[in-house]
Protein backbone atom coordinates (compact mmCIF):
# COMPACT_ATOMS: atom_id res chain seq x y z
CA UNK A 1 0.00 0.00 0.00
CA UNK A 2 1.31 3.72 -0.92
CA UNK A 3 0.35 7.37 -0.36
CA UNK A 4 -1.05 8.85 -2.40
CA UNK A 5 -0.88 12.78 -3.22
CA UNK A 6 -4.24 14.36 -4.36
CA UNK A 7 -6.04 17.44 -6.18
CA UNK A 8 -5.64 20.05 -3.07
CA UNK A 9 -1.91 20.00 -2.96
CA UNK A 10 -0.42 23.11 -2.01
CA UNK A 11 2.93 22.70 -3.65
CA UNK A 12 4.38 24.26 -0.34
CA UNK A 13 6.81 21.23 -0.10
CA UNK A 14 6.13 20.69 3.74
CA UNK A 15 5.61 16.88 3.16
CA UNK A 16 9.73 16.63 0.87
CA UNK A 17 11.98 16.24 3.62
CA UNK A 18 9.79 14.39 5.58
CA UNK A 19 9.45 11.43 3.55
CA UNK A 20 11.89 9.29 5.31
CA UNK A 21 12.49 7.24 1.80
CA UNK A 22 12.69 10.10 -0.25
CA UNK A 23 10.43 9.65 -2.78
CA UNK A 24 8.19 12.93 -3.19
CA UNK A 25 8.50 14.67 -6.09
CA UNK A 26 9.86 17.28 -7.63
CA UNK A 27 11.71 19.09 -5.26
CA UNK A 28 11.85 22.45 -4.79
CA UNK A 29 15.58 22.26 -5.89
CA UNK A 30 14.24 20.83 -9.10
CA UNK A 31 13.62 22.98 -12.08
CA UNK A 32 9.83 20.91 -12.85
CA UNK A 33 8.83 22.01 -9.30
CA UNK A 34 7.97 25.60 -10.63
CA UNK A 35 5.90 24.37 -13.21
CA UNK A 36 4.46 21.93 -11.49
CA UNK A 37 0.79 21.09 -10.96
CA UNK A 38 1.15 19.04 -7.65
CA UNK A 39 3.55 17.05 -5.98
CA UNK A 40 3.50 13.58 -6.51
CA UNK A 41 4.56 10.15 -4.43
CA UNK A 42 6.14 7.39 -6.22
CA UNK A 43 4.01 4.16 -5.59
CA UNK A 44 6.87 1.62 -5.59
CA UNK A 45 9.39 2.87 -3.15
CA UNK A 46 6.75 4.38 -0.60
CA UNK A 47 6.87 2.72 2.82
CA UNK A 48 3.68 3.35 3.86
CA UNK A 49 4.64 5.06 7.37
CA UNK A 50 2.55 8.59 7.00
CA UNK A 51 5.06 10.82 7.53
CA UNK A 52 3.85 13.21 4.86
CA UNK A 53 0.33 13.14 6.00
CA UNK A 54 1.28 14.65 9.31
CA UNK A 55 3.23 17.14 7.28
CA UNK A 56 0.85 18.00 4.51
CA UNK A 57 -1.36 21.37 5.48
CA UNK A 58 -4.29 21.12 3.71
CA UNK A 59 -5.06 17.37 3.93
CA UNK A 60 -4.38 16.68 0.37
CA UNK A 61 -2.80 13.17 0.78
CA UNK A 62 -4.04 9.81 1.57
CA UNK A 63 -3.68 5.71 1.82
CA UNK A 64 -4.78 4.35 -1.51
CA UNK A 65 -6.81 2.07 0.30
CA UNK A 66 -8.79 5.32 1.55
CA UNK A 67 -9.31 7.28 -1.93
CA UNK A 68 -12.71 8.13 -2.58
CA UNK A 69 -14.50 7.63 -5.98
CA UNK A 70 -13.76 11.62 -6.86
CA UNK A 71 -9.73 11.03 -6.07
CA UNK A 72 -9.13 7.47 -6.84
CA UNK A 73 -7.67 8.50 -10.50
CA UNK A 74 -4.50 10.28 -8.78
CA UNK A 75 -3.27 6.57 -7.96
CA UNK A 76 -2.27 6.18 -11.46
CA UNK A 77 -1.87 10.23 -11.71
CA UNK A 78 1.18 9.56 -9.07
CA UNK A 79 2.17 6.54 -10.93
CA UNK A 80 2.15 8.19 -14.23
CA UNK A 81 4.91 11.17 -13.43
CA UNK A 82 7.33 8.38 -12.22
CA UNK A 83 7.02 6.70 -15.63
CA UNK A 84 8.56 10.12 -16.91
CA UNK A 85 10.46 10.85 -14.07
CA UNK A 86 12.35 7.65 -12.95
CA UNK A 87 13.02 7.93 -8.87
CA UNK A 88 16.83 8.66 -8.62
CA UNK A 89 17.72 9.70 -5.53
CA UNK A 90 21.16 11.24 -3.73
CA UNK A 91 19.12 12.12 -0.42
CA UNK A 92 21.48 13.13 1.92
CA UNK A 93 19.78 14.78 5.34
CA UNK A 94 18.76 18.44 5.23
CA UNK A 95 21.03 20.64 6.86
CA UNK A 96 19.89 22.68 9.12
CA UNK A 97 20.29 26.32 7.99
CA UNK A 98 22.39 28.49 10.34
CA UNK A 99 20.83 31.16 12.88
CA UNK A 100 22.68 34.48 13.35
CA UNK A 101 25.06 34.59 16.31
CA UNK A 102 23.44 35.45 19.72
CA UNK A 103 25.36 38.26 20.15
CA UNK A 104 23.29 40.32 17.43
CA UNK A 105 20.69 40.22 19.67
CA UNK A 106 17.04 39.83 18.42
CA UNK A 107 15.93 40.67 14.57
CA UNK A 108 12.99 43.07 14.69
CA UNK A 109 11.07 42.67 11.21
CA UNK A 110 8.20 44.38 9.87
CA UNK A 111 5.91 41.77 7.37
CA UNK A 112 3.07 43.92 5.18
CA UNK A 113 0.45 42.04 4.77
CA UNK A 114 -0.88 38.52 6.54
CA UNK A 115 -1.98 36.23 3.56
CA UNK A 116 -0.44 33.42 2.77
CA UNK A 117 2.89 34.80 1.49
CA UNK A 118 3.76 36.62 4.71
CA UNK A 119 2.45 34.22 6.96
CA UNK A 120 4.83 31.54 5.26
CA UNK A 121 7.46 33.96 5.31
CA UNK A 122 6.89 34.41 9.33
CA UNK A 123 6.93 31.31 9.64
CA UNK A 124 10.84 30.83 8.56
CA UNK A 125 11.67 33.62 10.46
CA UNK A 126 10.36 32.47 13.49
CA UNK A 127 12.58 28.80 12.97
CA UNK A 128 15.15 30.61 11.61
CA UNK A 129 16.35 33.45 14.57
CA UNK A 130 15.69 34.68 17.70
CA UNK A 131 13.26 37.30 15.94
CA UNK A 132 10.17 39.83 16.93
CA UNK A 133 7.64 40.13 13.83
CA UNK A 134 4.93 42.49 13.83
CA UNK A 135 2.77 41.30 11.16
CA UNK A 136 0.23 44.85 9.27
CA UNK A 137 -2.54 44.14 7.30
CA UNK A 138 -5.15 47.16 5.96
CA UNK A 139 -8.33 44.04 7.03
CA UNK A 140 -9.28 43.18 10.12
CA UNK A 141 -8.67 39.52 9.69
CA UNK A 142 -5.62 37.97 8.70
CA UNK A 143 -5.19 35.03 6.22
CA UNK A 144 -5.55 36.92 2.59
CA UNK A 145 -6.49 35.30 0.05
CA UNK A 146 -6.71 31.66 1.67
CA UNK A 147 -10.01 33.58 3.58
CA UNK A 148 -10.75 35.69 0.81
CA UNK A 149 -9.81 33.95 -2.72
CA UNK A 150 -10.24 29.86 -1.97
CA UNK A 151 -13.17 28.96 -3.22
CA UNK A 152 -15.97 27.62 -0.63
CA UNK A 153 -16.23 24.65 -1.57
CA UNK A 154 -12.57 23.84 -1.43
CA UNK A 155 -12.77 24.15 2.61
CA UNK A 156 -9.30 21.49 2.73
CA UNK A 157 -6.85 24.14 0.65
CA UNK A 158 -8.21 26.45 3.76
CA UNK A 159 -6.72 24.21 6.05
CA UNK A 160 -3.31 25.73 5.56
CA UNK A 161 -4.25 28.84 8.02
CA UNK A 162 -4.54 26.37 10.66
CA UNK A 163 -0.49 25.36 10.47
CA UNK A 164 -0.13 29.16 10.62
CA UNK A 165 -2.36 29.77 13.49
CA UNK A 166 -0.23 27.16 15.47
CA UNK A 167 3.09 28.79 14.21
CA UNK A 168 2.15 32.26 15.58
CA UNK A 169 0.53 30.96 19.18
CA UNK A 170 3.75 32.72 20.23
CA UNK A 171 4.42 36.07 21.41
CA UNK A 172 7.31 36.49 19.62
CA UNK A 173 4.80 37.67 16.60
CA UNK A 174 1.94 40.23 17.16
CA UNK A 175 -0.62 41.20 14.64
CA UNK A 176 -1.69 44.76 13.84
CA UNK A 177 -5.26 44.21 11.66
CA UNK A 178 -6.94 46.85 10.47
CA UNK A 179 -3.56 49.00 10.17
CA UNK A 180 -2.66 50.68 6.43
CA UNK A 181 0.76 50.83 5.89
CA UNK A 182 1.28 54.41 4.17
CA UNK A 183 -1.69 56.24 6.22
CA UNK A 184 -1.58 54.63 9.83
CA UNK A 185 2.22 54.49 9.72
CA UNK A 186 4.97 55.10 7.14
CA UNK A 187 7.38 53.40 5.48
CA UNK A 188 10.06 55.27 6.82
CA UNK A 189 8.46 54.83 10.69
CA UNK A 190 8.55 50.83 9.88
CA UNK A 191 12.12 51.02 9.02
CA UNK A 192 12.68 53.06 12.84
CA UNK A 193 11.04 50.27 14.72
CA UNK A 194 12.60 46.72 13.03
CA UNK A 195 15.56 45.91 11.75
CA UNK A 196 14.19 45.00 7.92
CA UNK A 197 10.72 44.86 6.22
CA UNK A 198 8.86 42.54 4.02
CA UNK A 199 6.20 43.30 1.79
CA UNK A 200 4.18 40.49 0.87
CA UNK A 201 1.00 42.41 -0.39
CA UNK A 202 -0.03 39.95 -3.18
CA UNK A 203 -1.50 41.26 -6.58
CA UNK A 204 -4.50 43.59 -5.64
CA UNK A 205 -6.13 44.27 -9.20
CA UNK A 206 -6.82 42.45 -12.62
CA UNK A 207 -6.12 42.62 -15.73
CA UNK A 208 -8.12 44.31 -18.20
CA UNK A 209 -9.90 42.56 -21.39
CA UNK A 210 -9.38 46.63 -23.23
CA UNK A 211 -12.59 45.80 -25.61
CA UNK A 212 -15.80 47.99 -26.32
CA UNK A 213 -18.67 47.39 -23.37
CA UNK A 214 -15.75 45.74 -20.50
CA UNK A 215 -16.95 48.56 -18.39
CA UNK A 216 -21.36 47.68 -18.85
CA UNK A 217 -23.31 47.10 -15.42
CA UNK A 218 -23.13 43.52 -15.51
CA UNK A 219 -19.09 42.83 -16.69
CA UNK A 220 -17.17 42.61 -13.71
CA UNK A 221 -13.53 41.11 -12.98
CA UNK A 222 -14.02 37.72 -11.42
CA UNK A 223 -11.74 38.84 -8.48
CA UNK A 224 -14.74 41.07 -7.23
CA UNK A 225 -16.85 38.33 -7.57
CA UNK A 226 -14.85 36.26 -5.77
CA UNK A 227 -14.49 38.70 -3.07
CA UNK A 228 -17.99 39.20 -2.57
CA UNK A 229 -19.13 35.03 -2.00
CA UNK A 230 -15.78 35.08 0.48
CA UNK A 231 -17.57 37.45 2.03
CA UNK A 232 -14.60 39.95 1.78
CA UNK A 233 -15.77 43.57 3.92
CA UNK A 234 -14.84 46.09 0.68
CA UNK A 235 -17.44 44.20 -1.88
CA UNK A 236 -19.63 42.82 0.54
CA UNK A 237 -22.39 45.31 -0.99
CA UNK A 238 -21.82 44.58 -4.71
CA UNK A 239 -24.26 43.13 -6.45
CA UNK A 240 -24.19 40.68 -9.38
CA UNK A 241 -27.21 40.16 -12.33
CA UNK A 242 -27.85 36.55 -11.78
CA UNK A 243 -31.54 37.18 -13.71
CA UNK A 244 -30.50 35.14 -17.20
CA UNK A 245 -30.06 31.16 -17.65
CA UNK A 246 -25.92 31.95 -19.07
CA UNK A 247 -22.84 33.54 -17.59
CA UNK A 248 -19.82 33.27 -19.79
CA UNK A 249 -16.47 33.73 -17.72
CA UNK A 250 -13.73 35.39 -19.93
CA UNK A 251 -9.98 33.09 -19.19
CA UNK A 252 -9.73 29.59 -18.03
CA UNK A 253 -7.57 29.34 -15.34
CA UNK A 254 -8.65 27.82 -11.95
CA UNK A 255 -9.72 30.81 -10.86
CA UNK A 256 -12.23 30.65 -13.96
CA UNK A 257 -13.53 27.07 -12.93
CA UNK A 258 -13.76 28.35 -8.84
CA UNK A 259 -16.33 31.09 -10.67
CA UNK A 260 -18.23 28.43 -12.67
CA UNK A 261 -18.53 26.02 -9.72
CA UNK A 262 -20.12 28.44 -7.83
CA UNK A 263 -22.33 29.57 -10.18
CA UNK A 264 -23.73 26.33 -11.01
CA UNK A 265 -23.14 24.28 -7.49
CA UNK A 266 -26.64 23.48 -5.69
CA UNK A 267 -26.71 25.84 -2.84
CA UNK A 268 -27.55 23.23 -0.77
CA UNK A 269 -23.92 22.40 -0.99
CA UNK A 270 -22.71 25.25 -0.53
CA UNK A 271 -24.64 26.32 2.70
CA UNK A 272 -22.37 23.32 4.00
CA UNK A 273 -19.43 25.98 3.74
CA UNK A 274 -18.36 29.62 4.61
CA UNK A 275 -19.92 30.87 1.97
CA UNK A 276 -20.79 34.61 2.44
CA UNK A 277 -24.59 34.75 3.58
CA UNK A 278 -25.86 37.19 1.03
CA UNK A 279 -23.78 35.61 -1.59
CA UNK A 280 -25.73 31.81 -0.77
CA UNK A 281 -29.21 34.02 -0.58
CA UNK A 282 -28.47 35.59 -4.13
CA UNK A 283 -26.95 31.80 -5.52
CA UNK A 284 -30.73 30.53 -4.42
CA UNK A 285 -32.47 32.89 -6.64
CA UNK A 286 -30.06 32.49 -9.14
CA UNK A 287 -31.89 31.75 -13.06
CA UNK A 288 -28.14 30.71 -14.23
CA UNK A 289 -27.97 27.69 -15.32
CA UNK A 290 -24.99 27.50 -18.08
CA UNK A 291 -21.78 29.01 -17.68
CA UNK A 292 -19.39 29.50 -20.86
CA UNK A 293 -15.60 29.38 -20.17
CA UNK A 294 -13.78 30.94 -22.61
CA UNK A 295 -9.54 30.91 -23.31
CA UNK A 296 -8.23 32.00 -26.05
CA UNK A 297 -5.49 29.32 -26.81
CA UNK A 298 -6.45 25.50 -27.50
CA UNK A 299 -7.33 22.56 -24.89
CA UNK A 300 -3.39 22.02 -24.29
CA UNK A 301 -2.80 25.45 -23.29
CA UNK A 302 -5.66 25.87 -20.66
CA UNK A 303 -4.23 27.64 -17.91
CA UNK A 304 -6.30 25.43 -15.21
CA UNK A 305 -5.05 22.24 -13.78
CA UNK A 306 -5.72 18.97 -14.45
CA UNK A 307 -6.57 17.97 -10.94
CA UNK A 308 -9.01 20.85 -10.89
CA UNK A 309 -10.90 20.01 -14.43
CA UNK A 310 -10.84 16.43 -13.61
CA UNK A 311 -12.82 17.57 -10.12
CA UNK A 312 -15.53 19.09 -12.19
CA UNK A 313 -16.45 15.50 -13.52
CA UNK A 314 -17.66 14.66 -9.87
CA UNK A 315 -19.92 17.71 -9.84
CA UNK A 316 -23.41 16.44 -8.69
CA UNK A 317 -26.64 17.93 -11.53
CA UNK A 318 -23.67 19.35 -13.71
CA UNK A 319 -22.23 18.81 -17.02
CA UNK A 320 -18.86 19.59 -18.80
CA UNK A 321 -19.12 20.39 -22.12
CA UNK A 322 -16.94 20.28 -24.69
CA UNK A 323 -17.26 20.41 -28.54
CA UNK A 324 -15.18 17.63 -29.78
CA UNK A 325 -14.54 20.14 -32.91
CA UNK A 326 -12.23 22.03 -30.46
CA UNK A 327 -10.63 19.60 -29.81
CA UNK A 328 -8.87 19.03 -33.28
CA UNK A 329 -5.31 20.07 -32.88
CA UNK A 330 -3.00 22.00 -34.94
CA UNK A 331 -0.03 20.13 -35.94
CA UNK A 332 2.50 21.48 -33.64
CA UNK A 333 0.16 21.16 -30.71
CA UNK A 334 0.08 17.54 -31.98
CA UNK A 335 3.66 17.12 -31.65
CA UNK A 336 3.80 18.28 -28.51
CA UNK A 337 1.19 15.84 -27.33
CA UNK A 338 3.04 12.90 -29.36
CA UNK A 339 6.19 13.76 -27.74
CA UNK A 340 7.21 10.64 -25.76
CA UNK A 341 8.99 13.29 -23.41
CA UNK A 342 6.02 15.65 -23.06
CA UNK A 343 4.52 15.97 -18.98
CA UNK A 344 1.88 13.68 -18.51
CA UNK A 345 0.24 16.31 -16.81
CA UNK A 346 -0.31 17.60 -19.92
CA UNK A 347 -1.31 14.73 -21.42
CA UNK A 348 -3.95 14.10 -18.88
CA UNK A 349 -5.78 17.60 -18.90
CA UNK A 350 -6.19 16.82 -23.34
CA UNK A 351 -7.32 13.02 -22.55
CA UNK A 352 -10.36 14.82 -19.78
CA UNK A 353 -11.19 17.13 -22.40
CA UNK A 354 -12.09 14.06 -24.33
CA UNK A 355 -14.01 12.36 -22.07
CA UNK A 356 -15.85 14.96 -21.17
CA UNK A 357 -16.53 15.83 -25.18
CA UNK A 358 -17.68 12.13 -25.36
CA UNK A 359 -20.31 12.54 -22.01
CA UNK A 360 -23.72 12.24 -23.27
CA UNK A 361 -25.45 15.41 -21.46
CA UNK A 362 -28.51 15.36 -19.12
CA UNK A 363 -30.93 17.99 -20.29
CA UNK A 364 -31.98 18.45 -16.85
CA UNK A 365 -28.48 19.35 -15.34
CA UNK A 366 -26.49 22.71 -15.06
CA UNK A 367 -23.75 23.07 -17.61
CA UNK A 368 -20.28 24.20 -17.19
CA UNK A 369 -19.22 24.50 -21.08
CA UNK A 370 -15.54 24.88 -22.25
CA UNK A 371 -15.10 26.67 -25.73
CA UNK A 372 -11.23 27.35 -26.60
CA UNK A 373 -9.46 29.24 -29.25
CA UNK A 374 -12.08 32.26 -28.38
CA UNK A 375 -10.93 36.34 -27.56
CA UNK A 376 -13.38 38.73 -26.67
CA UNK A 377 -13.48 41.51 -28.78
CA UNK A 378 -16.49 43.19 -27.15
CA UNK A 379 -19.07 42.90 -24.51
CA UNK A 380 -22.73 44.09 -26.01
CA UNK A 381 -25.73 45.34 -24.97
CA UNK A 382 -26.67 49.02 -24.25
CA UNK A 383 -27.40 50.01 -20.61
CA UNK A 384 -25.94 46.71 -19.42
CA UNK A 385 -24.07 43.66 -20.89
CA UNK A 386 -26.01 41.66 -22.63
CA UNK A 387 -23.69 39.38 -24.03
CA UNK A 388 -20.10 38.64 -25.49
CA UNK A 389 -18.84 39.16 -29.32
CA UNK A 390 -15.71 36.88 -29.49
CA UNK A 391 -13.33 36.03 -32.61
CA UNK A 392 -12.33 32.43 -32.92
CA UNK A 393 -8.68 32.30 -32.78
CA UNK A 394 -5.84 29.93 -34.49
CA UNK A 395 -3.06 28.91 -33.19
CA UNK A 396 0.42 30.04 -35.26
CA UNK A 397 3.87 29.43 -34.59
CA UNK A 398 6.01 33.11 -33.42
CA UNK A 399 9.71 32.54 -32.33
CA UNK A 400 9.03 29.36 -31.29
CA UNK A 401 6.17 29.84 -29.44
CA UNK A 402 2.39 29.17 -30.18
CA UNK A 403 0.17 32.33 -30.05
CA UNK A 404 -3.48 32.50 -30.99
CA UNK A 405 -4.51 34.86 -33.31
CA UNK A 406 -7.70 36.28 -34.33
CA UNK A 407 -9.72 34.82 -37.48
CA UNK A 408 -12.20 37.10 -39.78
CA UNK A 409 -15.11 34.76 -38.00
CA UNK A 410 -17.22 36.02 -34.89
CA UNK A 411 -19.22 34.97 -32.54
CA UNK A 412 -21.72 36.51 -30.27
CA UNK A 413 -23.21 34.65 -26.54
CA UNK A 414 -25.84 36.28 -24.76
CA UNK A 415 -25.17 36.52 -21.52
CA UNK A 416 -26.53 38.60 -18.38
CA UNK A 417 -22.79 38.40 -16.48
CA UNK A 418 -19.67 38.44 -17.93
CA UNK A 419 -16.90 37.99 -15.92
CA UNK A 420 -13.20 38.51 -16.79
CA UNK A 421 -10.70 36.25 -15.31
CA UNK A 422 -7.57 36.64 -17.19
CA UNK A 423 -4.96 37.26 -14.23
CA UNK A 424 -3.86 39.41 -11.57
CA UNK A 425 -1.71 42.30 -11.20
CA UNK A 426 0.02 44.11 -8.56
CA UNK A 427 0.16 47.57 -7.22
CA UNK A 428 2.97 50.15 -6.80
CA UNK A 429 3.70 50.08 -2.86
CA UNK A 430 4.48 53.62 -1.50
CA UNK A 431 7.85 54.95 -1.38
CA UNK A 432 8.80 51.71 -3.20
CA UNK A 433 10.04 51.18 -6.61
CA UNK A 434 8.08 49.69 -9.10
CA UNK A 435 8.22 47.91 -12.22
CA UNK A 436 5.02 48.59 -14.33
CA UNK A 437 5.07 46.27 -17.19
CA UNK A 438 5.60 43.30 -14.83
CA UNK A 439 3.34 44.63 -11.93
CA UNK A 440 6.31 43.90 -9.38
CA UNK A 441 8.65 45.92 -6.67
CA UNK A 442 11.40 45.61 -8.54
CA UNK A 443 14.31 43.03 -6.35
CA UNK A 444 17.12 40.23 -6.72
CA UNK A 445 16.02 36.96 -4.61
CA UNK A 446 13.64 39.02 -2.88
CA UNK A 447 16.06 42.00 -2.06
CA UNK A 448 14.51 45.44 -3.44
CA UNK A 449 16.36 46.88 -5.83
CA UNK A 450 16.37 50.94 -6.81
CA UNK A 451 18.68 52.48 -9.25
CA UNK A 452 20.70 49.50 -9.44
CA UNK A 453 21.56 49.05 -5.49
CA UNK A 454 19.90 47.20 -2.99
CA UNK A 455 17.52 49.46 -0.62
CA UNK A 456 19.05 48.37 3.07
CA UNK A 457 16.18 46.98 4.85
CA UNK A 458 13.42 46.54 2.52
CA UNK A 459 12.23 42.85 1.03
CA UNK A 460 9.57 41.36 -0.94
CA UNK A 461 7.89 38.31 -0.93
CA UNK A 462 4.87 36.41 -2.76
CA UNK A 463 3.20 37.81 -6.26
CA UNK A 464 4.50 40.95 -5.35
CA UNK A 465 8.15 39.88 -5.52
CA UNK A 466 7.37 37.30 -8.77
CA UNK A 467 4.19 38.03 -10.40
CA UNK A 468 0.83 36.53 -9.95
CA UNK A 469 2.54 32.62 -10.39
CA UNK A 470 2.05 29.44 -8.75
CA UNK A 471 -0.71 28.48 -6.04
CA UNK A 472 -0.46 28.56 -1.92
CA UNK A 473 2.09 26.38 -1.40
CA UNK A 474 4.49 28.39 -4.18
CA UNK A 475 4.99 30.91 -1.60
CA UNK A 476 7.06 28.92 0.91
CA UNK A 477 10.18 28.38 -1.56
CA UNK A 478 9.91 32.17 -2.44
CA UNK A 479 9.73 33.08 1.09
CA UNK A 480 12.63 30.76 2.23
CA UNK A 481 14.50 33.08 -0.73
CA UNK A 482 13.76 36.24 0.77
CA UNK A 483 14.18 35.46 4.40
CA UNK A 484 17.82 33.81 3.40
CA UNK A 485 18.74 37.31 2.12
CA UNK A 486 17.33 38.92 4.73
CA UNK A 487 19.34 36.86 7.62
CA UNK A 488 22.25 37.28 5.80
CA UNK A 489 22.31 40.90 5.77
CA UNK A 490 21.31 41.16 9.23
CA UNK A 491 24.95 38.59 10.29
CA UNK A 492 26.57 41.16 7.82
CA UNK A 493 25.96 44.15 9.66
CA UNK A 494 24.00 45.84 7.03
CA UNK A 495 20.86 46.39 8.98
CA UNK A 496 20.31 49.42 10.89
CA UNK A 497 19.18 48.62 14.41
CA UNK A 498 15.78 50.08 15.26
CA UNK A 499 15.31 53.58 16.78
CA UNK A 500 12.01 52.40 18.43
CA UNK A 501 11.26 48.96 20.28
CA UNK A 502 8.33 46.96 20.28
CA UNK A 503 6.68 49.30 23.18
CA UNK A 504 7.33 51.96 21.33
CA UNK A 505 5.44 50.85 18.32
CA UNK A 506 2.75 49.66 20.19
CA UNK A 507 2.37 53.23 21.65
CA UNK A 508 2.01 54.62 18.04
CA UNK A 509 -0.03 52.82 16.32
CA UNK A 510 -2.56 53.18 19.59
CA UNK A 511 -2.28 57.08 18.75
CA UNK A 512 -2.58 57.00 15.44
CA UNK A 513 -5.16 53.71 14.85
CA UNK A 514 -7.87 53.04 17.51
CA UNK A 515 -9.45 49.89 15.95
CA UNK A 516 -6.74 48.06 15.65
CA UNK A 517 -7.12 44.93 15.88
CA UNK A 518 -4.36 42.64 18.00
CA UNK A 519 -4.26 38.69 18.36
CA UNK A 520 -7.10 38.32 21.33
CA UNK A 521 -9.06 40.99 18.74
CA UNK A 522 -8.71 38.51 15.98
CA UNK A 523 -9.36 35.59 18.36
CA UNK A 524 -12.64 36.84 19.35
CA UNK A 525 -13.59 37.37 15.58
CA UNK A 526 -12.34 33.48 15.01
CA UNK A 527 -14.39 32.68 17.70
CA UNK A 528 -17.33 34.05 17.04
CA UNK A 529 -17.48 33.23 13.39
CA UNK A 530 -17.18 29.31 14.43
CA UNK A 531 -19.77 29.47 16.68
CA UNK A 532 -22.04 30.93 14.54
CA UNK A 533 -21.35 28.74 12.31
CA UNK A 534 -21.23 25.27 14.64
CA UNK A 535 -25.33 25.11 14.76
CA UNK A 536 -25.92 25.01 10.96
CA UNK A 537 -22.78 22.43 9.95
CA UNK A 538 -20.92 25.17 8.82
CA UNK A 539 -17.02 25.66 9.38
CA UNK A 540 -18.00 29.18 10.28
CA UNK A 541 -20.11 32.25 9.36
CA UNK A 542 -18.09 35.11 8.19
CA UNK A 543 -18.71 38.86 9.71
CA UNK A 544 -18.71 40.93 5.87
CA UNK A 545 -18.38 44.63 7.19
CA UNK A 546 -15.78 45.96 9.26
CA UNK A 547 -18.45 47.33 11.78
CA UNK A 548 -19.18 43.89 12.19
CA UNK A 549 -15.94 42.54 12.50
CA UNK A 550 -14.73 44.90 15.07
CA UNK A 551 -17.38 44.66 17.39
CA UNK A 552 -17.01 41.04 17.25
CA UNK A 553 -12.72 42.53 17.68
CA UNK A 554 -14.13 43.98 21.01
CA UNK A 555 -16.29 41.45 22.14
Not at 153 to 164: A, I, Y
Amino acid sequence: MAYVITQRCCNDASCVPECPVDCIRPTPEQPEFATTEQLYIDPDTCIDCGACVDACPVEAIFSEDDLTASLARFRDINATYFERHPLESNFDPLVTPARPPKELGTLRVAIVGAGPAACYAADELLRRADVEVEMFDRLPTPWGLVRAGVAPDHPGTKTVSSMFESAFRRETLQYHLNVEVGNHISHDELLSHHHAVIYAVGASTDRQLGVPGEDLPGSHSATEFVAWYNGHPDYANRSFDLSGERAVVVGNGNVALDVARVLTLDPDELAKTDIADYALDALRNSNIREVVVLGRRGPLQAAYTSPEFLALGYLKGIDVIVDPADLELDPESRALLDDPEVEPSLQLKYQLAQEYAAKEPNPSNKRIVFRYLASPTAVTGTDKAEGVEFAHNELVSEDGRLIARATDRTETLPASLVLRSIGYRGEPVAELPFDDRAGTVPNEHGRVVAEGAHLPGVYVSGWIKRGPRGVIGSNRVDAQETVERLIDDFTAGKLAAPQGDRAALKALLGQRQPDLVDREGWKAIDTAERSAGKSGGRPRVKFTTRDDLLKAARS
